[in-house]
């Protein structure tokens, strides 16, 4: 079973710019998770899908980060436009149900320069 | 005060000892807990979840107190390859968002 991918691996980006970030969860997996780790933090999460619903979007920083999981299976999250403060490794996961383990992709590494 | 509070070391034990790290949660409604593993650079992965009677994976065991707040993880008979970060997650319940501690970091030494 293929587990949860994500794209791109790397992205290094300047300030102002627009990056969008992809995941593809586990086949079935109807949650579907982000997450954000910024150097020597917790990971933090960021938001929580069910299907193409928006569960719980508390985490999101503000409204340059826009989530999306349009037919209920790949998302997406755009940083538009990126700040410093952005940069980190963003993490993916997602699960048959909540409660359940979470599956975690490898993550993509941002870098805003 | 954090909602997850872990150690983060580093924890530095020889070859073939047992170590045991202990995670604090701070809502008493959790239901799920879990310990996962993150190798330098690479994605969390599951190591074990934590029942309330207490689980046990080959070398790994881990318990939960519900009353005093805690989960632990004990590995006996380290090895080189243990050496990672642990992370403690807690979720509290149903559509509740997924709380991580900041992990602790584990180096066996030969």
């Known amino acids: 079973e293929a587990g949860v991918t994500q794209f791109p691996s790397h992205s290094v980006i300047e300030k102002g710019q627009t990056v969008t970030l992809r995941c593809d969860p586990i086949s079935g997996h109807d949650n579907l998770y982000w997450y954000r780790r910024v150097m020597g933090k917790e990971i933090k999460f960021l938001l929580h899908f069910v299907k193409e619903s928006k569960q719980d979007e508390s985490g999101m920083p503000n409204n340059r980060f826009l989530a999306e999981r349009t037919g209920g299976t790949y998302s997406t999250l755009k940083v538009q436009p990126a700040e410093l403060e952005d940069s980190g490794v963003y993490f993916c996961?997602?699960?048959?149900?909540?409660?359940?383990?979470?599956?975690f992709g490898p993550g993509t590494r941002l870098t805003v320069l | 005060r954090k909602e997850v509070e872990q150690d983060p070391g580093p924890f530095n034990v020889p070859e073939g000892a047992t170590v045991a790290f202990n995670c604090t949660y701070s809502n008493s409604a959790s239901q799920s807990f879990f310990w996962y593993r993150q190798d330098c650079r690479k994605e969390p992965k599951l190591l074990m979840s934590v029942y309330s009677s207490g689980n046990e994976d080959g070398r790994f065991t881990a318990q939960l107190n519900r009353a005093s707040q805690y989960i632990s993880l004990l590995i006996r008979d380290s090895k080189l390859s243990d050496s990672a970060t642990y992370l403690c997650v807690v979720n509290s319940g149903g559509y509740q968002k997924v709380t991580f501690g900041i992990g602790t970091k584990l180096q066996v030494i030969p």
């Open positions: 996961a997602s699960s048959q149900a909540p409660g359940l383990p979470q599956y």
